[in-house]
């Protein structure tokens, strides 16, 4: 995994508390997901508001600001449809920090506005560091040509390296992203072809099984080394 914890910009600190309340008026969170939110999140704080007053990076088309947030939890579990309620109030991308017994781990999906609507967000599914002390050291940001270009380097940060850097490859964000949602389906296929294998006593059906798993295991290593997609970055 590609370090991803940065140090953002002094300018851009922000640092203030937003209360759950805020968040449930605005992402229509129901009594299910209100309970998550009592019982995970202990305190979150806007901490960076990185925009172009505050990085001297201009705005792309796309992202005219990007938001850290700082999510301080009860345990060392955060349910997905957490993010997603704040994504859905927040109508900015967004960059997740989790702190938790001294510990860190940074999160986020890629959120553009929707084609059909451009006041509604689309989130991809949620990418994530392992867990770093807190004191882990911080990088400097992506030198960038402006907030779009750095949003999908903020956001390569959290995919597994072979697939952030596979060679020869140029990519947009969202191809990219669009990949490694690919990738995950196919490693879920390939477990469950596994899983079928280990189960199966009959050896004409473990031959059919095994032919099954390296076809799926073949497309696997195609998708994490996908080939060339040329594309522009972030405009």
Known sequence: MTAAFFDYPKAAAFGRVVPKTRIYEHAGVGTALRDLFVTQVDQIVWKYK???ETTNLAASKAVSEIQVFGISLRTGKLDEEVLRAIDRAI???LMFELSWSGKRQAVA???RPSDADSAK????GYFSTDWAPDDAARRPLPVALNLGSLYDD?????MPKAVAEAEHIVEDIQTRVTRMEAI???T????RIKARLAREKQFNKRVAINAELRAARQELERLSGAAPVIAARNE
Do not use: G, H, I
């Not at 903020?154 to 959290?158: E, G, K, V």
């Open 50 to 52: 990185l925009a172009p």
């Open 91 to 93: 109508p900015f991308p």
């Open 109 to 111: 999906a890629f959120k």
């Open 121 to 124: 967000w689309v989130v991809s």
């Open 154 to 158: 903020l956001l390569t940060a959290l």
């Open 184 to 186: 995950r389906a196919k």
């Open 188 to 191: 879920r296929e390939v477990d």
